[in-house]
């Protein structure tokens, strides 16, 4: 039997959170960094378009649901 340490299944979240959002956003999100403190996931990083920064939340989104989001990607035009 093999038991996952919370580490490892966030890690393991946050790799899958980073892959679906470079899949919706086409990677459009630049130097994505996904984080998982305690019960909140964060993203950074930047794009050039609120569109992209909306898909990332989605996409995010779709991918948890006990936790909490805070989506610090900066958009620079």
């Not at 946050?14 to 909140?40: F, H, M, P, W």
């Not at 950074?44 to 989001?69: N, P, V």
């Amino acid at each position: 039997m093999t038991v996952e340490t919370y580490s490892q299944k966030a890690k393991t979240l946050s790799r899958k959170i980073e892959q679906t959002i470079a899949l919706r956003t086409g990677s459009q999100v630049q130097s994505l960094k996904v984080d998982i403190l305690g019960e909140i996931v964060v993203l950074s990083g930047r794009t050039d378009s609120f569109y992209h920064k909306q898909l990332a939340t989605h996409a995010a989104l779709s991918e948890i649901d006990q936790y909490a989001l805070t989506n610090n990607i900066r958009v620079e035009l």
